[in-house]
């Protein structure tokens, strides 16, 4: 199977599954209200300590400190001579940032009724674009940090996973995500991260 042919399978079969769950989660489900009341007791018990962790979490990943993670990242590779990984960071966060402009179109989720704070984005709710392209980003480094000593690749997993977990809470008390979002989110990260080292592994090609 073709890169071409073998992204445009999974991508698809991602934007299929994101569209059934988020018509559900709209449709039979009601919205889900228990994640409506979620959204308002972070705000609720939320201070001003929690407001400047949600800020700049969330901050950390709009378009452009995202993309100028990637570029570190893709700089770091050239210069570990690591050329056929190179271009993974930026095909991983392109494959996430397609799967959610798709899918978010298709499904037409309404942002949490709660005050937004941070970036405002154009597109609906489900699923999380920014928590789908950082997790694809972090996959990516994860794997990178293979050249460490071993202690020091763990840790980068963990504070990678710490990272992204905090993302993930502060889209829901800035109000601009639900937990299924975020959720999603994940999942689309995981998959796209995945894919895109596939594609441009040394095997990745036609068979």
């Excluded at 674009?129 to 480094?141: I, Q």
């Excluded at 940090?145 to 008390?173: E, F, K, M, N, Q």
């Excluded at 109000?175 to 080292?197: E, F, I, K, P, W």
């Excluded at 441009?200 to 036609?206: I, M, N, R």
Aim: hydrophobic content about 45%; proline content about 4%; some cysteine.
């Amino acid at each position: 199977m073709s890169r071409i042919l073998r992204a445009a399978t999974v991508v698809g079969g991602l934007v299929t599954a994101n569209v059934l769950t988020g018509r559900l989660i709209t449709g039979p489900l009601r919205d889900l209200p228990v994640e409506h009341r979620l959204n308002h007791d972070l705000r609720r018990r939320g201070g001003d300590t929690a407001r400047r962790l949600a800020a700049a979490a969330s901050q950390s990943s709009d378009t452009a400190p995202a993309v100028g993670m990637a570029v570190g990242l893709t700089a770091l590779l050239l210069a570990r001579g690591r050329r056929a990984e190179a271009a993974v960071p930026a095909l991983a966060m392109a494959l996430a940032s397609l799967t959610h402009v798709t899918s978010s179109a298709l499904v037409g989720r309404p942002r949490p009724a709660l005050e937004r704070l941070g970036t405002r984005q154009p597109t609906s709710s489900f699923p999380s674009g920014h928590v789908g392209a950082m997790t694809a980003l972090a996959v990516v480094l994860g794997r990178a940090a293979d050249i460490l000593p071993r202690t020091a690749a763990v840790s980068v997993r963990v504070g990678l996973v710490g990272y992204l977990g905090l993302l993930g809470c502060s889209r829901l008390y800035n109000g601009q995500h639900y937990a299924s979002d975020v959720l999603a989110g994940y999942v689309n990260g995981c998959a796209c991260g995945m894919l895109a080292r596939q594609l441009l592994s040394s095997d990745g090609g036609d068979r």
